[in-house]
Structures are given as structure tokens and as C-alpha cells.
């Protein structure tokens, strides 16, 4: 008989990422306690625990009977540095409490490449500090930093379909990033779970493999391609997303998706993972062809009316 599978509590369960990975650990026969704000469709396998990262109680709940806790949750979009604190080094650090107040080591953290650039913007501080708190915890800690994350689900990255479709994309300065589809990071996430020697206080950077990562006019051409069109690809220039991150403020307020923090963001020319941090490959290695896994997002927005 089979050991059973470690036990998994997930935050940010209801997001992108999140639900990706729930499904994906609850299809492996992982055991999956879930943090929600909100009533959740019940899921095989899945326990969804009634929470908030500002709900310590919560949290505890969360954690209990659990063998490993993945951190998943965290703010990508606040209006200033305490909306960015609250979401991410205060929301980390009560997960970290909540671990250890019940007795759970293994803690796996999902950071950002933005850390790695914390005097750049607010979001990236925020996640540099989340990462310093969990190295000071005394966990049995590994962290991961995604590049850009696209796949079915995804919606930070549909306005860039749309655009192709209209044959036109708006892109930032001319710079590099890397990507990972979703389920690959999923698949990742999933295999840190086994206490390993080798991952222990690791921080690593995933992401398709491709050598040097994308330039932004190639990633928008095989966007383009995804959606079975050629579309022109256009740079703005720093100051000009930075005026149009003050207007969309102006019109949308708090519901702004450009900031200017994220106009910093954007900005930087290298968003390439370090090679020298990808994780072993006998750990993980990324499954999805980038172009292919490109398509199938296409073809998700298409089947959800959103393409």
C-alpha cells in the first residue's frame, strides 16, 4: 500500500496560481486545506477553511493536521507601500506564526522575481521583505520566484491577446523577461513538498527554459501567432506610461491595473531568471513549449467569451 500524500495548506487558493495548484495536488491525492473569503464550489480532496491573511485564527485553523504549508497569496496591485505590506510581509509573516504555532515545518514560499529588485518599486519590496521573514523563520523553508505567469485562467496577461487580436500591442520600453505557464508552476510547487536536503532554504527562479528568455516584440509576436494573427508591436516610452498610469488613476481609482509602481515595473529592461538559480533538474524540469502553452491560453479565453 502506498504511503498516503503529505497533507497541503494552500493560501491564495481562490487566484490564478492558486486554484492551478489546488487542482493539480488534489488530482495527485494530495489532501488540500484551502484559505477563502468566500464560499467555495466544493472540490474532491479539498477543504476550504474560512480565512484571511489578516485573520490569525484563521490561519491556525488552516494549518492544523497539515504537513506542509504552501504560501501562495499575495498582493501584486496596492495603492501605496501599506497596502503592499499588509498583502505581503505582514500576510507572510502570520502565515509563518500560524505554521509554526501548530507545528508544521515544511513551508514553501512563492515570492517573485521582483525581489531581486527591491529599490525599484513598492511590490518589490514587499516581496524581498516577505522572503527575508520566512529565511528568519526557522522553517524548513524554500522559496520560488516566478517570472511573468501566463496560462488558462490568467487575466493580467488578456489585454495583451486582445491587443494582438486588433493586430496592435502596446508594449514598455524595449527589455527582456522570462515565463512560465502556469501548470508548470504548479507541477513545481508540488514537487518541493518532500523534504529534500538539496531545496532547503533554496530560493529558486523557474521558468520555460529558453535560453535568455524573450525580448518584449518576441513575446508579443508569439502571442500574436497564438491568436492566429500578425499584429505590429509598438514600445512606449518610460514617461509615456508613466502619464497614462496617472490617468488611468485619475479614472479608475483604487481599481487601477497601471500604477506607477507597476509602470516602474514594467520599465526595467531584465526580467531574466538566473540560470544558476533554476532548480535541479532531477527535482523539475518545465513541460510546456511556451508557443504551445500560449495557444491553449488563446483558445481558454475564446471558450470564456473573453477573446
Known sequence: MKPPRPTLAITGGTGFVGSTLIRHAARRGHPVRALTRRPQDALKGVTWIDGALDRPDSLKRLAEGADAVIHVAGVVNA??????AAGNPEGTLAMVEAAK????????????????????????????????????????????????VYGPGDLEMLELFRMAKRRLILLPPPGRISVIEVSDLSRLLLSLVPENEETLTAIYEADD????GWSHAEF????????GRRAAAIHAPAPLL??????????RRGRAKLTLDRAAYFCHPDWVIDPARRPPVDIWQPHI?????????ANAYRAARLL
Open 79 to 84: 495603492r501605496d507601500r501599506a497596502g503592499f
Open 242 to 251: 508613466r502619464v497614462a498610469a496617472r490617468i488611468d488613476r485619475l479614472v
Open 220 to 227: 508579443a509576436e508569439a502571442i500574436a501567432a497564438a491568436v
Open 289 to 297: 513549449a511556451t508557443l504551445v502553452g500560449l495557444k491553449a491560453t
Open 101 to 148: 504555532s501548530v507545528g508544521v515545518r515544511r513551508f514553501i514560499h512563492v515570492s517573485s522575481l521582483a525581489a531581486r529588485e527591491p529599490d525599484l518599486s513598492d511590490y518589490g519590496w514587499s516581496k524581498a521583505r516577505a522572503e527575508q521573514i520566512v529565511a528568519a523563520s526557522g522553517l524548513d523553508w524554500t522559496a520560488v520566484r516566478p517570472p511573468a
Open 209 to 212: 527554459a529558453r535560453p535568455g
